[in-house]
C-alpha cells in the first residue's frame, strides 16, 4: 500500500491511466460483439477483455498488486471454488432423457443428443404465471 | 510494534506482519471474497440455465447496448472518482477528497436512475418482467442485487461525506482507511458489473 | 473502536448485557439462545416420533393443545397431519442444523472462548460481532413465527426442493406471510449473520494472536474454528443466491427452478419454465455439504482440547491434525453433488463426486486415529468432560463409517432417502457433535461462571444420553436397509414399513427416554450458575491460555497481556515439577 506522499501523487498518474484504458477496453468489448466468429469464440473474447479490465481494477485500483502473497493465496482459494461451482454443474450429462423424449416414445428412435429449442419461446406480452 | 494512535485492539491502525494489512482491510477483502461467490453461483446460474436451452436465441432479447455502455462508463469513472477521494485524503486534501467522493455517490445514482427509467421502467412497459422468460428472471435477479449493492455503497459513501465526515478531524487516519476500505467495496461492484455487462447485453 | 476508549464508566443494563459488545456476553447470547432452539427442535422430534411408533394415534398430554394453539399441524381430535408432520420434519433439520447447533458451536463457543485462547482482548470488530447475534436472532423468531402463520411452516424438508418448495403453501395464502417464504427470508437473516461472524473469526485469528502464539502454537480448537470460519465465508453465499432466487420464483413467478410443462394437482402451471430443479439442489449442497463440516470441526476441536487436558499428555500428532482438518476443510467444497447421485445428472458428475467423497473420509478417519492414539498409555481423568469427549469417538466413527456406503453411488441407489441416512447423519450430529457440545459445556462452565457443575448429575446426565442416543439411532440402519423412506408420516402403508415397525417403536421409546435424560443437565446447568462449587481460574489444571484469565474474566480479559513460551499441550513434560506447562509462564517461572 502507497504510503508516502510522493508514492500517491505517481500512483494518481497511474489510476488516470487504468481509466483510459478501461474505456479504450469498454469500446473494445462492444466492437468485438458484433464480430462474427461463432458464438463458442466470442463468449471467449468477451470474457478475456473483462477479465483484462477486472484486472486492472483490482490490481491498481484496489491496490492488489501492492499487497502481501497472503491475500493472493486466499483469493486463490476463492478462485477454485468459484471455477468449480461454475464448472462443474454444468457438466451434467443424461443418459435416460432420451427415454422422455416424444419421438423416440413414438418410434424407438434415440434423437440426436444436442440440446433441442426452448419448448417456450418468450412472448412479448407480460406472461403472469398462475398460482 | 509501534502505534500511531492508541490502539485498544491490536492492528485496527497498524498493519499486521503477516498479512500487511489492518484490521479493517483485511476484513473487507473477506467479505469481497464472499461475494465473489454469491455472484459466481449467480454465473453459474446463468450458465447452467443457458445450457440448458430455455433462453431465447441472442438478439432477440431486448436489452439495449448503447445504455448499457453509457451505464459501464458512468461506472468506470466512480471507480476512478472513489479512489481519487481517496488518493486525496492520503495528500491531506480533505476538501478535494469530499469533492471526488460527491462525484462518485452522483455517478452511481446517475447509474441507478438510468437503471430504473430507461431500463427497467421501460422494459415493465413492454410487459417484459422477471417471469417472461429465465433469461429475464436471471437478469433482473442479477442486475437488481448489484443495484442494489450500489445503493448500499452511495448509503456508506453518503455517510462518510456528511454525519460520518467527523472522523476525520479526530483521528484522520482511522477516516483514510475506511475510505481506503469503502474503496475496496466500490470497486469490487464495478467490477462485477464489468462481468454483468457483456454476459447479458453483448453474448 | 474508537482510539479515545481507554476506561469507562460503568454501562447500564442494555449497553451491559443486552447490546453488549463483549465477545464473552455475545457468545453466552449466542449459547443461551441455540440451547432453546435445540430445546424446540428436539421438541418438534419428540412429536413426531409419537406418529411414527403408533400411527394416526392422537398425541397424548398436548395433542388438544396444539390442535387450538396452531393450525394444520393436528387434526382436532389431536392426531398429527401429514402436512403437520412435514412442516415439523422441515422445521426439526433447519432449526437443529441452523439454529441450535451452529450458533452454538460457533458463535457460543468459538466467540467465547477462541479471543481467550489466543490472548486478545476482544474479537477484532467487536460492533460487527454484535450486529451478528442481532441479525441471527430475528432470523430465528422468523422460523418459530412461520408455524403460526395461515399454511403453516416450511414443509419442503429442510433442503427445500423445488418445484414443491416453490408450489407449497401458495394457494390461497398470502404471496409473502407463509410458511416457506418465511423460511427463506429467515434464511436470509442467517445466513448475513453467519457472514459478518465469519470475517470477525479469520481477522481475528489471524491478527490478534499475542506475542509467541505462532499458528503451530494455537489450541487445536482455534484451528478449528478457523478452518470452520473459511467454510462459512465462502460457501454460504451461493445459498443466499438461491434462496433470493427462490423467493423470486415464489412471490413473482419466475421460473429459476421451474421446468417446462409442470402439472400440480392436475392443473398445468403456467411459469415460463425452462428452469432447472437441479439447479437449486447444486447451489443448496454447494453449501450445505460444507455446512455438514461447520457442524463437526468446532465439535473436533473441542474433543482434542478435552481430550489433552485429561490424558495429561500432549495430543497424539498435533501437526498432523492440522493439516488433516485443512484438508478437510479444502475438499469439503468439492464433494457436494453426492447427495445428488440419484437426480439423473450423469454418471460423470457421479463419479468425480464419488472420487472426491472417497478422498475426504482419509482425514476424517486421520483426525479419528490421532485422537485414539492420544489416549493411549494416557492416565485418563475420568471428568464428565472427557466421558463425553471419550464417548464422542466410537459414535462419530459409527456416523462416519455409515457414511461410506452413501458416498458410493452404487450403493447409494440402494440407501438414498432412507433411513438409513438419517442413522449416518445423526450419528455424526447428535451422538457426535452435540455430545461433544456437552463436554464443552461442563469444561468451560467453570470459566464462563466461576463455578463447577455438578459431578454426579454430570455422571447421571451421560450414562442415559450415550445409551439413549444409540436407543434412537442404531435401529434407524436396519430400517432403511431394509428400504424404508424417510419423511414418511405413515411407514406402515408400506410393507417393508411394517415388517420394522418395531424397530421404530424402539427409535421413538429410546427419543422420549433421551429427552428425559437431559433433565439432570438442565437442573444442573441453572443449579450449578448459581449455587454451584466455586473455582479458582484453572480448575482443571490446564495449558491454554484462557485458563490464564480470572473466572470469569473480566472485560478486556487479561489484566497483563498474556505472552506465549510454548505449545498448547504440555503436558507431563519431563523433568519439570507439575505435570502441566502453562503456555503463558516462563520456563523460569514454572514451578
Excluded at chain 3, 46 to 63: C, D, E, K, N, T
Excluded at chain 3, 556 to 572: A, H, I, K, L, Q
Amino acid at each position: 500500500m502507497a504510503s508516502s506522499a510522493e508514492e500517491v501523487k505517481r500512483s494518481i498518474k497511474t489510476y488516470m491511466f487504468v481509466f483510459g484504458a478501461l474505456a479504450v477496453l469498454t469500446v473494445v468489448t462492444v466492437a468485438a460483439a458484433s464480430l462474427k466468429i461463432g458464438v463458442a469464440a466470442g463468449i471467449a473474447l468477451a470474457l478475456l477483455i473483462a477479465s483484462v479490465k477486472g484486472t486492472l481494477v483490482a490490481s491498481y485500483f484496489m491496490h492488489l498488486i501492492h499487497e502481501r502473497t497472503v491475500l493472493y493465496w486466499i483469493l486463490g482459494l476463492c478462485a477454485v471454488f468459484f471455477v468449480a461451482m461454475i464448472l462443474l454443474p454444468v457438466m451434467q450429462t443424461s443418459e435416460t432423457a432420451h427415454l422422455m423424449d416424444p419421438i423416440y416414445q413414438a418410434t424407438g428412435e434415440t434423437p440426436p443428443t444436442h440440446a433441442p429449442s426452448p419448448a417456450h419461446v418468450a412472448p412479448a406480452a407480460g406472461a403472469h404465471g398462475g398460482h | 510494534m509501534s502505534t500511531t494512535a492508541t490502539e485498544v485492539l491490536p492492528h485496527t491502525l497498524t498493519p499486521h506482519p503477516v498479512t500487511g494489512m489492518y484490521n479493517g482491510k483485511f476484513g473487507l477483502w473477506l467479505f469481497l471474497a464472499s461475494e465473489i461467490m454469491l455472484f459466481g453461483a449467480l454465473f453459474s446460474s446463468y450458465v447452467l440455465l443457458r445450457v440448458h436451452g430455455a433462453f431465447p436465441h441472442h438478439g432477440e432479447h431486448s436489452l439495449s447496448v448503447k445504455i448499457g455502455t453509457i451505464n459501464t462508463m458512468i461506472l468506470i469513472t466512480s471507480s476512478v472518482t472513489m479512489v481519487l477521494a481517496w488518493a486525496a485524503f492520503k495528500l491531506n486534501e480533505p476538501g478535494k477528497g469530499r469533492m471526488f467522493l460527491a462525484a462518485t455517490a452522483l455517478l452511481a445514482i446517475a447509474f441507478l436512475v438510468i437503471k430504473l427509467t430507461l431500463e427497467y421502467q421501460h422494459k415493465y412497459h413492454e410487459g417484459i418482467r422477471p417471469d417472461t422468460s429465465t433469461f429475464y428472471a436471471i437478469y433482473y435477479c442479477m442486475t437488481g442485487l448489484h443495484g442494489l449493492h450500489i445503493v448500499g455503497g452511495v448509503i456508506v459513501i453518503g455517510y462518510f461525506l456528511l454525519p460520518g465526515f467527523g472522523m476525520w478531524k479526530t483521528n484522520p487516519e482511522q477516516y483514510i482507511n475506511r475510505i481506503e476500505c469503502t474503496g475496496l467495496y466500490w470497486h469490487f461492484v464495478d467490477l462485477v458489473w464489468i462481468f454483468l455487462f457483456p454476459v447479458f447485453y453483448l453474448l | 473502536m474508537s482510539s479515545d476508549h481507554g476506561h469507562h464508566h460503568e454501562p447500564g443494563f442494555i449497553r451491559k448485557y443486552l447490546f453488549s459488545v463483549d465477545h464473552k456476553v455475545i457468545g453466552v447470547q449466542y449459547a443461551v439462545t441455540s440451547l432453546v432452539f435445540l430445546f424446540i427442535g428436539f421438541s418438534l422430534m419428540m412429536i413426531m416420533r409419537w406418529q411414527l411408533a403408533y400411527p394416526s394415534a392422537p398425541i397424548p398430554f398436548i395433542g388438544g393443545w396444539l390442535a387450538s394453539a396452531v393450525q394444520g399441524v393436528v387434526d382436532k381430535t389431536g392426531t398429527l397431519l401429514p402436512e403437520g408432520y412435514n412442516a415439523l420434519g422441515a422445521m426439526h433439520g433447519t432449526i437443529m442444523v441452523f439454529l441450535g447447533v451452529v450458533p452454538l458451536a460457533v458463535g457460543g463457543f468459538g466467540n467465547y472462548v477462541m479471543p481467550l485462547q489466543i490472548g486478545a482482548p476482544d474479537m477484532a470488530f467487536p460492533r460487527l460481532n454484535m450486529a451478528s447475534y442481532w441479525v441471527f436472532l430475528p432470523g430465528g423468531i422468523i422460523m418459530l413465527a412461520s408455524f403460526f402463520v395461515p399454511g403453516g411452516a416450511a414443509n419442503s424438508g429442510w433442503t427445500a426442493y423445488p418445484p414443491l418448495s416453490v408450489t407449497a403453501n401458495v394457494t390461497g395464502t398470502n404471496p409473502f406471510w407463509n410458511g416457506q417464504t418465511m423460511w427463506l427470508l429467515g434464511m436470509i437473516f442467517l445466513i448475513t449473520s453467519s457472514l459478518l461472524g465469519s470475517v470477525n473469526f479469520i481477522v481475528t485469528i489471524v491478527h490478534l494472536r499475542v506475542k509467541g502464539l505462532q499458528l503451530f502454537r494455537m489450541p487445536f480448537f482455534v484451528w478449528a474454528q478457523f478452518v470452520t470460519a473459511f467454510l462459512l465465508l465462502l460457501a454460504f453465499p451461493p445459498l443466499e443466491a438461491a434462496g433470493v432466487m427462490q423467493l423470486m420464483d415464489r412471490v413473482f413467478d419466475t421460473s429459476f427452478f421451474m421446468p417446462s410443462g409442470l402439472v400440480v394437482s392436475g392443473q398445468l402451471q403456467e411459469y415460463s419454465g425452462g428452469g432447472s430443479p437441479l439447479l437449486w439442489q447444486h447451489l443448496f449442497w454447494f453449501l450445505a455439504h460444507p455446512e455438514v463440516y461447520v457442524l463437526i470441526l468446532p465439535a473436533i476441536g473441542i474433543v482434542g482440547e478435552v481430550i489433552a487436558n485429561n490424558t495429561r499428555k500432549p495430543l497424539w500428532g498435533y501437526r498432523v491434525l492440522v493439516y488433516s482438518i485443512i484438508f478437510l476443510g479444502f475438499m469439503s467444497f468439492v464433494v457436494w453433488a453426492h447427495h445428488m447421485f440419484l437426480t439423473g445428472m450423469g454418471t460423470t458428475l457421479s463419479t468425480f463426486f464419488q472420487t472426491t467423497t472417497m478422498i475426504i473420509s482419509v482425514p476424517s478417519v486421520v483426525i479419528l486415529t490421532a485422537f485414539l492414539l492420544s489416549l493411549y498409555g494416557a492416565a485418563i481423568r475420568f471428568t464428565v468432560p472427557m466421558l463425553f469427549a471419550i464417548a464422542f469417538l466410537p459414535m462419530f466413527a459409527i456416523g462416519g463409517l455409515t457414511g461410506l456406503p452413501l458416498g458410493l453411488s452404487a450403493s447409494d441407489i440402494h440407501l438414498h432417502d432412507t433411513y438409513y441416512v438419517i442413522g449416518h447423519f445423526h450419528y455424526v450430529v447428535a451422538p457426535g457433535t452435540i455430545m461433544a457440545l456437552f463436554a464443552g459445556i461442563y469444561y468451560w462452565f467453570p470459566k464462563v461462571t466461576g463455578r463447577k457443575m455438578n459431578d454426579f448429575l454430570g455422571k447421571l446426565h451421560f450414562w442415559p444420553t450415550l445409551i439413549f442416543m444409540n436407543a434412537v439411532f442404531m435401529p434407524m440402519f436396519f430400517v432403511g436397509l431394509q428400504g424404508v423412506s424417510r419423511r414418511l408420516w405413515d411407514q406402515t402403508s408400506y410393507v417393508t414399513g411394517n415388517e420394522t415397525h418395531n424397530w421404530v417403536k424402539m427409535s421413538s421409546w429410546g427419543a422420549w427416554m433421551l429427552g428425559l435424560s437431559q433433565l439432570p443437565f438442565i437442573i444442573n446447568f441453572f443449579y450449578s450458575a448459581f449455587a454451584g462449587k466455586k473455582v479458582a481460574a484453572n480448575p482443571w489444571a490446564a495449558t491454554t491460555l484462557e485458563w490464564a484469565a480470572p473466572s470469569p474474566p473480566p472485560h478486556g480479559n487479561f489484566p497483563e497481556v498474556p505472552v506465549v513460551y510454548r505449545g498448547p499441550y504440555e503436558y507431563s513434560v519431563p523433568g519439570s515439577r507439575q505435570d502441566y506447562s502453562p503456555q503463558h509462564v516462563p520456563d523460569a517461572k514454572l514451578a
